[in-house]
């Protein structure tokens, strides 16, 4: 028998025992099912929610909610002594509660910045449109690559009529320096 280090493959701090063997179920198709004692249990707990739904319908008018006089609600009297007013419970759901106002029509999701609005219709009618969307944004990135070419090549010619005119006001500064000169006496300038 050979002996075979034992490899712990946890993280550090999790609790670990020496012959714990991790039993997962795996699911080879793809294909999801509740066990018995699973579909029991939801059976269970769905049964006990539509049980207690009908019974709020059934009870709703009968029943009452707390009074809160820190909000000036009067507070229950028997109304046998003088001046003592009994009143009456408030009820959970008011008799006269206005009916339910229709839900507001959905507003789509706002788009991240430079996705097309979808135009609404059909699959094809949506990538065609985003072809052309596309095409044109492919437009203006060309138009952007002549224009930074072109602003390239304004610079390349500014730079060389500056060092021109540098040249040419050196020439006529230079000239101007040797016309100035007076002839030393005694020298014969040819």
Known sequence: MVFKKKVFKQKIGTKTDAD??????????????????????MNEQQSRERKTAE???MNKDALHRPRNPMTGEMTPREGNVYKE??????????????E??????????????GVPEPKGGSLA????????????????DSIRQLQDNASAELLYL???LAQSARKVNTSLVTNFVSSQRRPVPGTHHL
């Open 20 to 41: 714990a063997v991790d039993v997962h179920k795996i699911f080879s198709n793809g294909h999801k099912c509740f066990t018995s004692a699973q579909a029991a249990a």
């Open 158 to 160: 500014q730079k060389r």
């Open 55 to 57: 019974a709020f319908e």
């Open 100 to 113: 339910a106002r229709p839900s507001k029509e959905r507003k789509q999701a706002t788009l991240k910045p």
């Open 85 to 98: 007013v009994h009143v009456e419970k408030y009820p959970l759901i008011p008799a006269n509660r206005p």
């Open 125 to 140: 009618e949506l990538e065609l449109a985003a072809h052309e969307e596309h095409k044109q944004m492919h437009r203006i």
